[in-house]
C-alpha cells in the first residue's frame, strides 16, 4: 500500500472548517484514500473514502486531486468534540488490510 | 447494534500469568481485526480473520501471542505468558468485506 504523509498537528477555531492535509504522491489506480479519527481513548472511528472523485457524507468532504496524489478532508464547521488524531490511508479496494500511519492531531479550540 | 463489544475493559494481571482479550464482532461482518496501540508503536495491526479463517498473522509479535474465531460472533487475544512490555491498548474491529471497520472500544492492559 502507498504510503502517506500528514502534518504532526494542527490547530482550528471553534465553527470554522478544519481542512487536514495528506500526501499520497506514490498512490496506485486501485488504491482508494480512507480517513478514520481517533478521539482521546476511544477506537478510531471511519470517517470517509474515496477512489478519485470528490465525496461527501454527514461528517465530512474528502476532496481528491485530479493526479490523486494528494487529498484533504474538510470538516466544514469544527467543534471541540473534534479534537482528535485523523488519519489518512491509502488501501487497494481487494486489500483486507488498514495501516495506521502517525496521522494529525487536531486541536479546536473556543 | 450494540457495535463491537471487548471484555474485559481494563486488565491487570502480574507477569508471566495467561491473559485472554475477547471480542464479539458487529452481526453479518465478514473480517475481524486485533490490532494493539501503544505510544511508541502507535496502532499495529497484529492479526485478521475472513469468515472465522486467520488471513494474516504476521503481525503478531511472539508465540506467546494467539488468536481464535470459534465462530462468527466471537473472538479471542490470548498472551501466555505475559510481559510488562505487552502493556497496551488492545482493539478489535470488524468489517463486511472491504467496508469502513467499526472499532471497539478497547481493552487496556497492564502488566506488572
Known amino acids: 500500500d502507498a504510503k502517506t504523509t500528514q502534518p504532526p498537528s494542527m490547530d482550528c477555531a471553534e465553527g470554522r472548517a478544519a481542512n487536514l492535509p495528506c500526501n499520497h504522491s506514490?498512490?496506485?489506480?486501485?488504491?482508494?484514500v480512507y480517513w478514520y479519527r481517533q478521539i482521546h481513548s476511544q477506537g478510531p472511528q471511519y470517517i470517509i473514502h474515496?477512489?478519485?472523485n470528490n465525496e461527501t457524507n454527514e461528517m465530512a468532504s474528502l476532496i481528491i486531486t485530479e493526479d490523486r496524489k494528494s487529498s484533504t478532508l474538510i470538516l466544514p464547521h469544527a467543534t471541540l468534540r473534534d479534537t482528535a488524531v485523523y488519519y489518512c490511508?491509502?488501501?487497494?479496494?481487494?486489500?483486507?488490510?488498514?495501516?495506521f500511519g502517525t496521522g494529525t492531531r487536531l486541536q479546536v479550540f473556543p | 447494534d450494540a457495535g463491537v463489544i471487548q471484555s474485559p475493559r481494563h486488565e491487570v494481571t502480574e507477569m508471566g500469568q495467561e491473559v485472554t482479550l475477547r471480542c464479539k464482532p458487529i452481526?453479518?461482518?465478514?473480517?475481524l481485526f486485533w490490532y494493539r496501540q501503544t505510544m511508541m508503536r502507535g496502532l499495529e495491526l497484529l492479526i485478521y480473520?475472513?469468515?472465522?479463517?486467520?488471513?494474516?498473522d504476521s503481525g503478531m509479535p511472539e508465540d506467546r501471542f494467539s488468536a481464535k474465531m470459534p465462530n462468527a460472533s466471537f473472538s479471542t487475544l490470548k498472551i501466555q505468558p505475559s510481559e510488562p512490555r505487552d502493556s497496551a491498548v488492545y482493539f478489535c474491529?470488524?468489517?463486511?468485506?472491504?467496508?469502513?471497520?467499526?472499532f471497539g472500544s478497547g481493552t487496556r492492559l497492564t502488566v506488572v
Open positions: 452481526s453479518g461482518h465478514d473480517y
Open positions: 490511508i491509502v488501501r487497494a479496494y481487494n486489500t483486507d488490510k488498514l495501516i
Open positions: 474491529a470488524s468489517s463486511l468485506s472491504s467496508d469502513g471497520y467499526t
Open positions: 480473520f475472513n469468515n472465522n479463517v486467520p488471513i494474516d
Open positions: 506514490t498512490i496506485s489506480g486501485n488504491e482508494y
Open positions: 474515496g477512489l478519485k
